[in-house]
Structure formats: C-alpha cells, structure tokens
C-alpha cells in the first residue's frame, strides 16, 4: 500500500514507454517518438505501472498496425490510464491489438493482393536506388485507410500537429515509397505529406474565361526517422514542387508552420533550384521590385521565401 502511494514508482515517461517500428520481411526498425503530448496529455506521462512498455508496430509497405502494450504492475485503481483505448482510438479500426499471429497473418493476406491506392506521379533514383510518389486517392475506401494508418505520425512527429478532415476534397495526400528489388519486400513507405488546396478567384472577367487559380499550403510533411538525413526529404520536396510548377492552375506554393527543420530543408532545395534557373551571379544587378515579382511569381514562391531566398544569396556574394 505504502508503494501505492508513491506516485513516482508508477509513472512512466509516455515518450520512452512507446516504441514505434517499421517491419518487413525481414525484421523491425525500432525508433523513438518525439512528441506523446497530444495523446497522453502535456506531462507526457502515463500514470498506474511498472515497467511499461507500448509497442506500434508498422508493416513498411501497407502500414498495417500492430499495437501490444506490457507491464511489470499496474495499479488497480479508477484513476489509472489506459493507454490501449487512448491510442485505438487514434489508430485505423484495422489496428490488431496484442495477437501478433493474426496481425502477421492480416499483413501476408493484404500484400498479396496490395495495390497502392493512389496515382504515380513521378519516380527518381537517389543512390542506386528508386522511389516513387503517388498521390493518395482520398475518394476511396484504402486511400482513405491507408491515410488513417499514416496519420498518427503527425501528431508524434510534428509539434501542434492535429488530424485532418481527409473527406473534404480539397486535402491531397502524397506518399514516397522506395522500390526494392527484393520480391518479398516490393516497396516501403519513407514518408508523406499531406496538401491543402486553395482557390484563388482570379477575378470576374479572367473566371469567365476559364481561368482557374489554385494555392498549395503544405500542411504536414513527414520522413520517417529511419530514412531521415540522407537527402530524401529535400528530394521528395523538390520532385513535388517541380510537378506543381508544370502545372498552370497552381500559382504558389506556400507552408503552414514551418519548423526549423523544414525550413532548413526546403531553403536548400529552393536555393539550388534557383542555382540551376538563375545565374546567382548576376542577380545584384536585376534586384528591382518589378524583376523581384516576375520571377517570384514565376517560381511560385511565397513572398516571405522569396525575400529569405535573395537575402542568402546576396550575403553569400559578398562573403
Ligand atoms: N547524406 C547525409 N546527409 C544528408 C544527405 C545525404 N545524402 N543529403 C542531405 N543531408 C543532410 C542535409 O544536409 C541536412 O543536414 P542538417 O541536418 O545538417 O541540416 C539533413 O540531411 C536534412 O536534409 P534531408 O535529408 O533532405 O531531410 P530529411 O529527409 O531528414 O527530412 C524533415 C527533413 C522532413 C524535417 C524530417 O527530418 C522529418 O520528417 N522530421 C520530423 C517531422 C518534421 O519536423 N516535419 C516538418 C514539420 S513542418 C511541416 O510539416 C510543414
């Protein structure tokens, strides 16, 4: 009873008792997550055992998602937490609870028959290997899935990071997927990202003549820890961005809440896009607002990146 009493001896750190892996075929990659706060409160603690241990397993290619939770002790008492209900409800209704056997079993039958429910939208090679981007279809039942199977990584990943409402038609969903050339093992999710779509009234008389005019507000993007620093988010930027700039109802490209990370990657990736467009060492000599607007339009390019963008460029000419 003494011990009972002893609210240290039965709290747990949320962020070290959940373990989150990607398996295959083959085994499990294992990583930590970074935030718990929007699943078990600001304290990111879970109250009531001992040794407690909450395992989100992954399949790497359909997402499919194992959840088994284990303890030394729990306290038996109404104000103990359970982490199961906290996180079923966070998780696909397909979600297998404890029984790894039907869970490996579900993943065999659904990999047989998987087809990945989107449209490709570009493909690259990036150190002798190759990925692919499709573009989740939202409209049907496994995109949708699959989106539900995702989504949890937000809210683990992404400081303030919420759901979103995947039915209204305006979010779109792109994924990366690297191509394996083992059979066993045919693709793995490395990341997503998830869009909204703004329409921009181009005005009366331009809407009368067909003229259609769209934003992207990159919402939330996400490379999974285990594929994170080696090039591949700045790639899956740039390949998306190049797509949206060939197509001419989009008229800029912007991002809600950019965290620093972000930011750091996606100014390389727009600072050698510019290497490869302009020629940086003319540009001091063109800076005129009229010039600035063309060519920001032209990239399109928020105001406030656009700004960020030339102000490295000239401290870099004049180191
Ligand atoms: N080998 C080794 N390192 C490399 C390579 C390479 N081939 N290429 C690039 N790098 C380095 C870069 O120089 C950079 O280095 P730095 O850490 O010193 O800045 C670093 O890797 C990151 O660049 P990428 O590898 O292109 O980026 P990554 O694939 O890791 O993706 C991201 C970046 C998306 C921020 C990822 O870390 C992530 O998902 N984090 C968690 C979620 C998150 O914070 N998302 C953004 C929130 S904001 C929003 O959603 C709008």
Redesign the pocket.
């Given at each position: 009873m003494a011990d009972q009493l002893k609210a240290e001896l039965w709290t747990s750190s949320s962020n070290e008792a959940l373990k989150l892996f990607i398996a295959d075929s083959e085994g499990a990659v294992s990583f930590p997550p970074?935030f718990t706060y929007p699943i078990f409160g600001d304290s990111e603690t879970i109250y009531g055992y001992q040794g407690l241990e909450i395992l989100l397993c992954f399949n790497h290619y359909t997402f499919r998602p194992f959840l088994n939770i284990r303890y030394d002790k729990k306290l038996e008492m109404p104000n103990v937490e359970d982490p199961k209900s906290k996180l079923l409800t966070l998780l696909s209704k397909q979600t297998v609870f404890k029984d790894e056997v039907k869970w490996v079993d579900e993943v065999k039958n659904e990999i047989a028959n998987y087809q990945i429910p989107g449209q490709l939208v570009d493909d690259f090679e990036?150190?002798n290997e190759s990925y692919e981007i499709y573009k989740l279809d939202l409209t049907s039942d496994s995109g949708l899935e699959l989106h539900q199977r995702l989504q949890i990584l937000v809210l683990l990943?992404?400081?303030a990071?919420s759901y979103i409402d995947s039915n209204d038609p305006l979010w779109n969903v792109y994924v990366l997927y690297k191509v394996s050339p083992n059979e066993k093992n045919p693709r793995s999710i490395i990341?997503f990202?998830t869009i909204y779509q703004y329409w921009k009234y181009p005005g009366a008389k331009a809407f009368d003549e067909g003229l259609r005019e769209t934003r992207l507000k990159?919402?939330?993007?996400?490379?999974?820890?285990p594929?994170?620093?080696?090039?591949?988010?700045?790639?899956?930027?740039s390949r998306l961005f190049g797509n949206w700039l060939k197509n001419e109802e989009i008229v800029e490209i912007v991002?809600?809440?950019?965290?620093e990370?972000?930011d750091?990657?996606r100014d390389?990736?727009d600072l050698s896009f510019l290497n490869k467009q302009l020629d940086l060492n003319l540009i001091n000599t063109k800076l005129t607002p009229g010039w600035i607007e063309l060519t920001r339009k032209k990239f399109k390019l928020e105001k406030r990146q656009f700004a960020r963008l030339l102000e490295m460029i000239l401290l870099y000419k004049l180191k």
């Open positions: 970074v990036q150190d990943f992404i400081e990071g990341g990202t990159i919402s939330q993007f996400i490379i999974l820890p594929y994170q620093g080696k090039g591949l988010g700045q790639l899956f930027y991002v809600e809440d950019p965290n990370q972000f750091d990657m390389r990736a």
